[in-house]
């Protein structure tokens, strides 16, 4: 029991880390981008080529990866997406526009990998050394990651609710047009948010790269759990986010444990059908009109 | 004005290209147009990219620097004509179609992977392209053998695959070496629920206990569960039917967990170059599907020459690699031997010649080979074939497993 449940919190994590990015891009900057998990093994590759070809440290690395992260995201926004903005009549036409836009960045990045690392899988190994918590047995890397996905969490948690820089976010997210009647510069806003979640995503793919096989094609799946965990938590709540995370990774680890593991997705959409039918905007998320 | 000088020039150069169309046909043969349709992109890229590509390009690299394939009496270089089939059955069979239809290539290489090759099959044995099916394993491979005879299944069926398990199973139960609690997982996806399929009733037909036996879905990121419930129940034997990202998940997991049964055995990409990279020293008596005769001669210079000729010295995968580059050389010789472009006949010969390739000299029997390697273990840093054990260059396995160590 101990067992499953310490290994669902640290799978959860991992879902939440994955998911924290997407939560702000999607929920400030109003941008769906698609092309999100391509990012994130962009960044595992980062992380593979840092460690391998330069025997860098992925934790080093960490602080070359975050900051491009940032960096590109921010090009990115001010570059391809700005000119979507500005010619968006609605929050929601944006919407739709950036599907289309990111999804297409998807190919590029996908191409642009392909091309840089081919087809094949890649895996490298890092602390996969066995500690023991509470008696039971699990992997260092797993834990670091989990460590610093809760880090993560944490310090953007308290910059989203105790800074004004943080309140100016949430106010973007909340009600862009009135945000701006207390001058509130939304477009720098949303392009500052939009690189935040650029550097989440970054060092999520550090993270991850530490224990997961992943190829050039790997990235639809981590958008597309990152867009469940974003939906359930509530588009834009970082705690939504980490409790969505958390409810998909036990849900998993538990049944895999104690009923079948053939289950576990089922499991995971039925959580996820489940929590949209009770709170349509999800677990935190607030009622729109 | 302009226009029509415009026009006039587009009818001309219009005129010109129909006219070059119309003649290519009668010249005399100057390339031997060759088309694949691989996954570039999508789930099965990360295959196709260890296992097929690499032997492709190899085989028409050395093909052309000796001058090309010998029709007749001369030598004509292999021209290649390539699309990505994105990992869809329907995109796969569409590029096939223009390969045919407007490439009008001369041969046709097969796909990666069961699923694709399965869904070209009927688009080949229509249009009378051979058909070498070096990357599919599937138990309908006697009957579609039957069905398009110009169609040859390289790796066999599942069942070949799990009864040889459990042949060596039994026979190392017989030597006191294991004892007969098997625990067994599977990915819920093609291979995993044929293989598992099998080797169920092989199991117990044999009498093995089969203490754990769970599927899970593809693309599950944490294997632990799995691995802590097997480990619990302290079982002799590990199977897991796994694709190569839970093969490394469940490898991990298990040396984290400090899981040693005395036979640890793991699914596809087992064999790859990335599981010796990645596990190092601890990589030392895993078990796992395929294998090679990795003393044979032909074999090393295989592995040399795939790691000279691939750009970042990657190695072959130590089952189907090889297999594939091997079909390639069978294509060649009996295009050579045949010495023009004669699809049909081409097929005949492959369905009754004997070939010499790097796996050893391959005879087909109703469009199938006689041996296969099923079962292969990492041995000091090389993965040798293990079962059959009747194979030349067999090695003996190392029982039990040694213990995992600490990196």
């Known amino acids: 029991m101990t067992n499953a449940i310490l290994t669902g919190l640290m799978l959860g994590g991992m879902y939440a880390l994955i998911a924290m990015g ?75 526009d950036s599907i289309l836009a990111t999804f297409g960045m998807m190919f590029i990045v996908q191409g642009i990998m392909l091309t840089m690392f081919g087809g094949a899988y890649f895996s490298y ?48 997210a909340v009600d862009p047009s009135a945000a701006r009647l207390v001058a509130i ?52 709540n970082l705690l939504g986010c980490l409790v969505a995370g958390l409810a998909l990774g036990l849900s998993e680890s538990l049944v895999a444990t104690f009923v079948d593991p053939g289950l576990t997705l089922a499991v995971n959409f039925a959580l996820f059908l489940g929590v949209l039918l009770v709170k349509p905007a999800g677990l935190f998320g607030r009622a729109q009109r | 004005m302009v226009s029509s000088v415009t026009r006039l020039a587009a009818g001309l150069v219009a005129i010109a290209g129909v006219a070059s169309f119309s003649v290519g046909p009668a010249l005399a043969q100057t390339s031997v147009k060759i088309g694949y349709a691989l996954s570039r992109t999508g789930p099965n890229a990360g295959g196709a990219a260890v296992t097929t ?97 110009n169609s040859f299944w390289l790796l066999g069926t599942s069942a070949g695959a799990a009864n040889t398990l459990v042949e060596l199973l039994v026979k190392l139960r017989g030597e006191g070496k294991i004892g007969d609690t098997v625990a067994m997982v599977s990915v819920a996806d093609g291979f995993g629920i044929d293989l598992s399929g099998a080797a169920r009733p092989a199991l117990a037909k044999a009498n093995f206990k089969l203490a754990y036996d769970k599927t899970y ?20 034997v590990f199977i897991a039917f796994s694709y190569p990202p839970d093969t490394l998940g469940l490898t991990e997991q298990a040396r984290i967990a400090g899981f040693n049964p005395k036979i640890f055995y793991t699914g596809v990409g087992t064999a790859f170059p990335l599981f010796k990279g990645k596990f190092g020293a601890n990589a030392e008596g895993v078990m796992g599907i395929g294998g090679w005769n990795g003393d044979s001669p032909a074999i090393k210079d295989y592995l040399a020459r795939h790691k000279a000729a691939s750009a970042n010295g ?94």
Request: charged letters at 15%; zero cysteines; hydrophobic letters at 50%.
């Open chain 1, 125 to 172: 190994s890092f602390l996969s050394i066995p500690v023991a918590v509470l008696g039971e047995t699990l992997a260092l890397n797993r834990l670091i990651a989990f460590g610093l996905a809760v880090l993560f969490g944490v310090a953007l948690y308290l910059a989203l609710t105790r800074t004004r820089f943080g309140t100016a976010i949430r106010a973007v």
């Open chain 2, 53 to 149: 590509l690499p032997n492709y390009e190899m085989w028409v690299k050395e093909v052309n620097a000796a001058g090309g394939l010998k029709i007749g009496d001369k030598r004509v270089p292999i021209e290649i004509v390539q699309y990505d089939d994105r990992s869809s059955a329907e995109e796969a069979a569409k590029a096939l179609d223009r390969l045919i239809t407007q490439d009008k290539v001369d041969f046709i290489l097969p796909p990666w992977g069961t699923g694709l090759n399965l869904a070209v099959g009927p688009i080949l044995n229509k249009a009378g392209y051979p058909h070498l099916a070096a990357t599919a394993v599937t138990d309908r491979a006697p009957e579609l053998a039957k069905r398009w005879p």
């Open chain 2, 314 to 407: 990657a190695e072959p995968d130590r089952w189907a690699s090889s297999v594939t580059y091997a079909s390639l050389q069978m294509l060649q010789q009996a295009i050579e031997r045949v010495g023009k472009i004669d699809r049909a006949a081409v097929i005949k010969d492959l369905q009754t010649g004997t070939f010499d390739t790097v796996i050893g000299k391959v005879k087909f029997e109703n469009n199938l080979p006689t041996k296969y390697w099923w079962v292969g273990q990492w041995q000091g840093g090389e993965f040798y074939g293990v079962g059959p054990a009747t194979n030349e260059g067999a090695r003996t396995p190392i029982i039990p497993k040694p213990a995992w160590k600490a990196q």
């Open chain 1, 22 to 96: 997407l939560t702000l891009q999607y929920g400030v900057a109003r941008i769906m981008n698609l092309s999100y998990g391509e990012f994130l093994v962009a960044a595992a590759f980062a992380s593979y080529w840092l460690f391998t070809g330069w025997a860098l440290n992925p934790l080093v690395g960490l602080a070359i990866v975050v900051p491009t992260g940032f960096g590109v995201s921010m090009i990115l926004y001010r570059v391809l997406l700005t000119p979507l903005v500005r010619r968006a009549p609605t929050r929601d036409a944006l919407e739709v």
């Open chain 2, 217 to 236: 879905p593809v693309g599950t990121q944490d294997l632990s569960p799995l691995v802590n419930e097997a480990k619990a129940l302290n079982p002799d």
């Open chain 1, 185 to 236: 510069d939304v477009r720098w806003i949303s392009a500052f948010a939009f690189a935040i979640g650029g550097a989440l995503v970054a060092a999520a793919g550090v993270l991850i790269s530490m224990f997961l096989t992943f190829s050039a094609s790997s990235g639809v799946v981590f958008t597309m759990k990152a867009l469940i965990v974003v939906v359930m938590g509530g588009v834009g």
